[in-house]
């Protein structure tokens, strides 16, 4: 099938983000779509930037009209922001009858109702994942995930440098001002921290849910903003007295008497998952009639996890384009013919650390036995506690292993338990660190 | 547009559930789809209950083959489960050209490939959001929202009679034993629980996941199985004094020597939110090369719950039928003409509760005070904690509310504010328990 051709406006952090994403997973992607996704043109003043990380086919200009109305492209990726340039492209795009992805909140959450409108009448679709919540998929699980519920609210974290600084300031003590340098010289705010730190960002961004959750128009005139710049980290060690954690929510919520939609720093009891989203992740919380709660967590910024998300939104647009019935979603993720078996790895090839219960008599010299066969299958030990003596002659030793491969974790139990001093099958569990 | 006519094998736990989801939700369903889901044909031997349940029009039949062949059937909806009856005539229905929406993990896990090949030669679509994870939209994220994505690893809490029985023993230090029985009172687990603690469950669900992830064919015969009824609490005390909580996992990963697929108790950090997620609710850990870390969480089973994966499936599915542009995802979820304005409540009238922390005169009666001006707005007290001295002379007072009118707390804060002994203005920050 023919490449889907795409026009991308800018090439800052999330247009050079999607290249990447687009160069580097093109067999995977193309494994899944069934056809190429083409890098046609992009529109940028920097000509030797896009030289350096497009492909050598990509056409450059400095006119991003010119691309937005090229006969050639299929979908403009905009990727400018804001209400200036970006909102005339995106316009005289849907004009020109090309589908469009972006990531540009403001221009959804303040202009969403008339683009949808012209959308709707040259017949493109207008797609966003990127708008919120960055690399999660929350767009689609309100807009087909969840569609067959009644949306009761939504409760998010969605603003990444906000809730970096609070994540600090509960952790450190520290104050607000100190915390936002910090984030400052890391990165994960900006110079001028307004958008972010006073709620607008989050704003936009639960503006754009509401819409989607109460089949209501966008209004984010209708948010209520209120940022974290004012927060004392004395109620942060309050509140975490009491057993709360204050977080900045974006919230919306369908009651009898209308439609809530705010921003504001928000106690949350401590045992919610929500209260426990630290550093820059977000999560979306989202209450529904069927199926009750749902979280959907994950990175809510930086060049990768926004890119994935607009070549998701990309993919899902070209299978638009194509009307044959190869185009639907395969069952498998992947096109029939690229459904490849791969070697499956027995159990004891896996990699793992370990978790060992050993039920050893109370005689000297049995922790050197055991540490002994553990070395020689080279397990090394990350912690060895005897719990004590259970019954005055026998003793409970519990090792926590680093990494090593399961089959000699398998031998080493073998020869622990032909030792005489040991009488009990061995106690294995495998761990996780979930940093992989 | 027209009706879509689906077929429902099974009015079972889940199946009532779909009929009555479609039931209770019908208006809503409608606006974001544009046509109606007509329960045009229901297959069971208990007539008298689908009459009870089903709209009027509704045809009964005791004889599933007459449903999968009728040709005004568009979609079977397959609810019975197992790889009996259920597999014939989830074949059988192929072959007439029905689309297939289904729950049933062990048919796709075990004949997946088979049934997928069939639906390709037959230009059908099979659907399965429900069985995997219950109500979270799992495959859906793993299929669209993630393509961009190299998946590396997915580690899942994916049976809920097990994360209930595992919770339990850690909070209450009981035996398996008595959990699991505790579990059966309590309809968390089946009088043979076979199926669900030793990991088969978690199995298939597993199995099907590896596949969309890496693009490989199911391989449930691949799957190491090894469930939680040999655990000892004793090892989730001494795991828990280590700093990790036990889980049953579904676990695959994709690395140099091939496919990791596997289940079994894991020790996992307690500070990973994987490990905090409790009782019979479900979540799915995801790592890819893009997005980074996402996580899904929510209810994995329930009649609810996954009859709203099954309703989602009826939509999507509904959708590929129409091949009109109206029938793509709407760009605000509902249909345009169904973005309806609804009255946005003005922060006055919310209702929230509420976390004030008062700069006080250290002198008798000021606390009498400040409980009879919240008192005076109607607004309860849940907790007042006088938080000591700061200079001598002014002591600071944390109060959490419990639930009130906004506007009520605001005059509150105004009265306090107002009292001789208050000097400094009132810090005030909003609560939410989530517990709606």
Redesign the interface.
């Known amino acids: 099938m023919k490449a889907v051709n795409i026009g991308i406006l800018g090439l800052g952090t999330v247009g050079k983000g999607t290249v990447e994403?687009l160069r580097?997973?093109a067999e995977?992607?193309g494994?899944?779509?069934g056809r190429a996704v083409n890098i046609f043109m992009v529109s940028t003043r920097d000509e030797a930037k896009a030289r350096a990380v497009c492909p050598p086919q990509t056409l450059v200009t400095s006119d991003p009209f010119a691309l937005v109305r090229h006969p050639d492209t299929d979908i403009v990726v905009e990727l400018y922001g804001g209400t200036g340039i970006a909102k005339d492209l995106v316009f005289e795009a849907v004009r020109h009858g090309k589908h469009i992805v972006t990531a540009n909140k403001k221009l959804l959450a303040e202009h969403?109702g008339e683009l949808?409108?012209l959308?709707?009448k040259h017949?493109v679709?207008?797609q966003f994942?990127a708008a919120v919540a960055?690399?999660?998929?929350i767009i689609?699980?309100?807009?087909?995930?969840?569609?067959?519920?009644?949306i009761?609210?939504i409760?998010g974290i969605i603003n990444g440098t906000s809730n970096f600084i609070l994540s600090e300031m509960r952790e450190k003590g520290s104050t607000f001002a100190d915390v936002l340098a910090e984030a400052q010289r890391l990165g994960y705010a900006e110079a001028d921290p307004t958008f972010d730190i006073e709620g607008h960002d989050a704003g936009h961004k639960i503006t754009i849910m509401s819409?989607?959750?109460?089949?209501?128009?966008?209004?984010f005139s209708?948010c209520?903003l209120e940022g974290i710049s004012k927060?004392?980290s004395?109620?942060i060690r309050?509140?975490e007295e009491?057993g709360?954690r204050?977080k900045l929510?974006g919230?919306t919520?369908?009651?009898a008497?209308?439609?809530?939609?705010?921003v504001?720093?928000?106690?949350?009891?401590e045992s919610?998952?929500?209260a426990?989203?630290n550093g820059v992740m977000n999560a979306v919380?989202v209450?529904?009639?069927?199926?009750?709660?749902?979280?959907?967590?994950?990175?809510g910024a930086?060049a990768?996890?926004t890119?994935?998300?607009?070549?998701?939104d990309?993919?899902?647009t070209s299978r638009?384009i194509a009307?044959d019935?190869g185009h639907?979603?395969?069952?498998?993720?992947?096109q029939?013919a690229?459904?490849?078996?791969?070697?499956?790895?027995p159990?004891d090839?896996?990699?793992s650390s370990y978790?060992l219960?050993v039920q050893a008599d109370d005689k000297p010299g049995v922790l050197g036995q055991i540490a002994s066969l553990l070395a020689a299958q080279n397990v090394s030990i990350e912690?060895l506690?005897q719990?004590g003596v259970r019954d005055g002659h026998s003793a409970?030793i519990?090792i926590?292993t680093h990494s090593t491969v399961e089959k000699q974790i398998k031998a080493a139990i073998e020869a622990i338990e032909s030792l005489d001093n040991v009488r009990e099958k061995v106690?294995m569990?495998?761990?996780?660190?979930?940093h992989?």
């Open positions: 994403v580097d997973n995977e992607i494994r899944r779509l969403g949808f409108a959308a709707e017949n679709m207008v994942e960055g690399g999660i998929p689609k699980a309100l807009r087909e995930g969840l569609a067959a519920n009644k009761r609210s409760a819409a989607l959750a109460f089949g209501t128009p966008v209004n209708a209520y927060l004392d004395r109620d309050y509140a009491l709360y204050i929510l919230i919520r369908r009651s008497k209308g439609i809530e939609l705010r504001h720093p928000t106690l949350l009891p919610r998952l929500l426990n989203v919380r209450h529904a009639d069927m199926v009750g709660e749902t979280l959907y967590y994950g990175a930086g990768r996890p890119a994935s998300a607009v070549v998701a990309i993919i899902d638009l009307a019935s639907r979603v395969p069952h498998l993720a992947f029939p690229q459904v490849q078996a791969q070697t499956m790895l159990m090839e896996i990699t978790y219960r912690a506690i719990k409970e519990v926590l106690v569990i495998r761990m996780e660190s979930l992989d």
